[in-house]
């Protein structure tokens, strides 16, 4: 067709996590997600590199690996990525359990398993110190409403700031 030939065949160039993320294995939220299949799974865990300047990160729905921009990666504050890293390795778990992850049925903020991601991400935010307050500023997002925000807090268990 239009007398070109296009290979849909393309390799994605995966890297291991662990080549690039060390310590998470040692992180107590990180062996709750995982338990005893904590360094099994990180160390056959890959991650996918990607240079646009929009998004921050996620997980395959084909394969389970790590999706994370690279932007994000250099310029995104490093509790911020701490946390989503957190966040994602719940997806990764839900994704080895067989779970859906972008049920459709849902919306974003009341999506089971983004609940349950949010969920652990809130607990180790606490766990390392941060306050209510900073914990609902790391829950914003730009794709998300006023409404939708305080929907998400409250089904986390985060306190909405006063005024």
């Known amino acids: 067709?239009?007398?070109?030939?296009?290979?849909?065949?393309?390799?994605?160039?995966?890297?291991?996590?662990?080549?690039?993320?060390?310590?998470?294995?040692?992180?107590?939220?990180?062996?709750?997600?995982?338990?005893?299949?904590?360094?099994?799974?990180?160390?056959?865990?890959?991650?996918?590199?990607?240079?646009?300047?929009?998004?921050?990160?996620?997980?395959?729905?084909?394969?389970?690996?790590l999706l994370i921009s690279a932007h994000y990666l250099r310029n995104g504050n490093e509790r911020d990525l701490y946390l989503d890293i957190v966040h994602e390795l719940?997806?990764?778990?839900?994704?080895?359990?067989?779970?859906e992850l972008f049920e459709n049925r849902w919306e974003y903020v009341d999506r089971p398993t983004e609940i349950e991601a949010y969920q652990h991400a809130v607990k180790e935010a606490r766990r390392i110190g941060m306050s209510d307050d900073e914990i609902y500023e790391y829950l914003k997002t730009e794709w998300m409403s006023d409404e939708e925000l305080e929907k998400l807090a409250k089904s986390v268990g985060v306190k909405i700031p006063s005024g």
């Open 90 to 99: 719940v997806h990764v778990k839900q994704f080895l359990e067989g779970k």
């Open 1 to 65: 067709m239009f007398g070109v030939e296009i290979n849909r065949d393309v390799r994605i160039t995966l890297h291991s996590f662990t080549g690039h993320f060390k310590g998470f294995e040692k992180v107590e939220a990180v062996r709750e997600i995982f338990g005893d299949e904590t360094e099994k799974v990180l160390n056959n865990l890959k991650v996918e590199f990607y240079s646009a300047r929009r998004g921050y990160m996620g997980v395959s729905d084909q394969d389970g690996h």
